[in-house]
């Protein structure tokens, strides 16, 4: 499963979709904490995949730290792998 963080993504988005769609209906999710918690119902469901996490450039404004715990962890052998998209660069502050 690939998901997608973007600083052009929107609340309830699927993260399915590098870029919002034509619409503006479906996208990317807008920052590190939505995909955490989209994963965690994933892995809740019985996530079966590994999932990566896609972020595309631009600036995050953390309002929150961001924490990770036991229910972000996939069962085995499944991985999750947060990482910058290819050739952008996330910043966080």
């Not at 998901?3 to 769609?21: A, D, I, M, R, Y």
């Amino acid at each position: 499963m690939e998901l997608f963080v973007s600083t052009e993504g929107q609340k309830g988005w699927s993260g399915s979709q590098s870029e919002p769609n034509s619409a503006g209906t479906d996208g990317p999710l807008p920052d590190l904490l939505a995909a955490r918690n989209v994963i965690r119902e994933s892995i809740s469901a019985g996530l079966s995949e590994d999932v990566v996490v896609l972020v595309r450039g631009g600036t995050y404004r953390l309002n929150e730290t961001v924490s990770f715990d036991l229910r972000d962890s996939p069962p085995a052998p499944y991985t999750i792998t947060y990482r910058a998209f290819p050739d952008e660069e996330p910043i966080f502050s």
